[in-house]
């Protein structure tokens, strides 16, 4: 259910990177472009942004690669700042940002749950009353106490959706993440997120799968080289979207 109160709000946000331009492959290179102070170029990532997401909407940001989405995703979880503006968010955040991101490659995916959960602001004793659950979502089984390290990809994810669904957070912020893994549990995990969506958390979700956008969200924004092209309905906003990439 969708409230008239926002969970996130963007207000006239810049970001830009600084990026190098000249690149060394031997020593004298190296020492020759230090002494130049490498030549930068500065580059505008995202450029006046402005929007309001409600409670409870799931909003999907599409666009073409480098169009500013990642880098929009990551100011709303505080990863990055902003050049300029400023980005409010209202209630308790996860992220699935990065996949594997905060895991200790050395600790066990149990340990990892302890760790990564406490990171999202979970006392142990509230873990240890969701362990079962997350444990189970994750479909591990005895792989639960390998160490990460030796985990596949589909197996980081696997953990990492787990815990973050598991965190009672009223923000849930995505990136890329359900199109790792088998089909099985990426269908899992977007029934699972159809599941909170319907109990009124916000989700935020930056994906290439226009199916998901129309089966998951009722809000899309189109990025185009930093700037919103289009917010709307996302039938409508993927169409356009369609036409002028295809």
Known sequence: MKSEKNSIVVTDVYKTFNVYLDKSN????????????????????????????????????????????????????????????????????TSLLELGAGFHPDFSGRENIYFNAS??????KEIDKRIDAIIEFSELGSYIDNPVRTYSSGMYMRLAFSVAINVNAEILLVDEILSVGDQHFQEKCLN?????????????FVTHSMGQVKELCDRAIWLREGKIEMDGLPEEVITKYLEATT
């Open 26 to 93: 031997t020593i004298k290179e190296s020492l020759l472009s230090f002494l130049k102070r490498n030549r930068k170029e500065k580059r505008v990532v995202l450029n006046g942004i402005n929007l309001k997401i409600k409670k409870g909407e799931a909003v999907a940001l599409i666009g073409t690669n480098g169009s500013g989405k990642s880098t929009l995703l990551k100011l709303m979880t505080k990863i990055i700042f902003p050049n300029k503006g400023r980005i409010e968010t209202h209630g308790k955040l």
């Open 119 to 124: 990171i999202f602001g979970l006392t142990k």
């Open 192 to 204: 699972k997120m159809k599941e909170l969506r319907n109990e009124g958390k916000t989700m935020v």
